[in-house]
């Protein structure tokens, strides 16, 4: 069994900034790429950033030179520090990882999202 918890949404005035953690749990041998993705009311699931193992990123073209995607593979965790916030950042935030567990098998993990508000 394996989790994501995710932290660190919240409300913000636009230009501000804040920070996303999400920290994977459970019976994991490996992680491969791991990503932020976001869904607005009405809208569908896109990815905003993605992080390989060996830590090449890949960023939604809406959010570059604005969020940056790092993560700890010691500690099974990837951040998402989002600076100059605009009101269409609003979402919900969800991470994924995609997991190797102990026992060999590979499958994709979603968190349970949290609410990123910019108000303008």
């Known amino acids: 069994q394996v989790q994501l918890v995710e932290s660190g949404g919240g409300l913000v005035q636009a230009g501000g900034s804040l920070r996303l953690s999400c920290a994977a749990s459970g019976s994991i041998f490996s992680i491969n790429d791991m990503g932020w993705y976001r869904q607005a009311p009405g809208k569908q699931r896109d990815l905003v950033a993605a992080?390989?193992?060996?830590?090449?990123?890949n960023y939604a073209d809406s959010v570059k030179g604005r969020f940056t995607i790092s993560r700890d593979n010691a500690k099974n965790t990837v951040l998402l520090q989002m600076n100059s916030l605009k009101p269409e950042d609003t979402a919900v935030y969800y991470c994924n990882a995609d997991i190797y567990s102990v026992a060999r098998s590979r499958f994709s993990v979603w968190g349970q999202g949290t609410q990123v508000t910019v108000s303008s």
């Open positions: 992080i390989t193992s060996g830590g090449s990123t």
